[in-house]
T-cell receptor
Framework: DVKVTQSSRYLVKRTGEKVFLECVQD?????MFWYRQDPGLGLRLIYF???????EKGDIPEGYSVSREKKERFSLILESASTNQTSMYLC?????????????FGPGTRLTVT | AQSVTQPDIHITVSEGASLELRCNYS??????LFWYVQSPGQGLQLLLK??????LVQGIKGFEAEFKRSQSSFNLRKPSVHWSDAAEYFC????????????FGGGTRVLVKP
């Protein structure tokens, strides 16, 4: 079974702090994704990566950056956290870049910025 | 760009009754369609997917979905709901040209009455 793990289930940070969310997948997947989930809005793509050191902006990249130094690990960085970034953050991975296949999700990190 | 609409935000159903969740998509070519389920406090789990072929797709947990191109729909059904089906359900659409990105609907929360 594919396993996607996220470093924290719950996180509370203060406004202006730099926040790191970590995601690890154990199945050698090419693609990794970061989404935020808000009630009524579903999942919105922040960034995705299709290879080490490669990244593309999703639909809502403002205020976020990402890092992928190893194939299995994809980090989401909030450079200066703000209250409007309070949300559930979900990481996902999928096997191939050039083929649409299902994504596998981690359990999520619920981030509260106060 | 593709989009997904789930018209029902909440649905309440009695245990043992049938369930149908609606999903409408917008995409110019043949879409790749997915249904995911998110139980409380969990990540998303794939229920079923449609890529091509038979338009009636069987998934896990007794769910099925039917692709209707003429109606741009991919509705999810279950003949007899169990209390454990209480969750949030997300429809998603992908496109082969999109680098494996998925677009999610806003979700439908299902409440099961005893």
């Amino acid at each position: 079974d594919v396993k996607v793990t996220q470093s924290s289930r719950y996180l509370v940070k203060r406004t202006g702090e730099k926040v790191f969310l970590e995601c690890v997948q154990d199945m050698d997947h090419e693609n990794m994704f970061w989404y935020r989930q808000d009630p009524g809005l579903g999942l919105r793509l922040i960034y995705f990566s299709y290879d080490v050191k490669m990244k593309e902006k999703g639909d809502i990249p403002e205020g976020y950056s990402v890092s992928r130094e190893k194939k299995e690990r994809f980090s989401l960085i909030l450079e200066s956290a703000s209250t409007n970034q309070t949300s559930m953050y979900l990481c996902a991975s999928s096997l191939f870049y050039r083929e649409t296949v299902e994504q596998y999700f981690g359990p999520g990190t619920r981030l509260t910025v106060t | 760009a593709q989009s997904v609409t789930q018209p029902d935000i909440h649905i309440t159903v009695s245990e043992g009754a049938s369930l149908e969740l609606r999903c409408n998509y917008s995409y110019g070519a043949t879409p790749y369609l997915f249904w995911y389920v998110q139980s409380p406090g969990q990540g998303l789990q794939l229920l079923l997917k449609y890529f091509s072929g038979d338009t009636l797709v069987q998934g896990i947990k007794g769910f099925e979905a039917e692709f209707k191109r003429s109606q741009s729909s991919f509705n999810l059904r279950k003949p007899s709901v169990h209390w454990s089906d209480a969750a949030e359900y997300f429809c998603a659409v992908g496109a082969s040209a999109a680098g494996n990105k998925l677009t999610f609907g806003g979700g439908t929360r299902v409440l099961v009455k005893p």
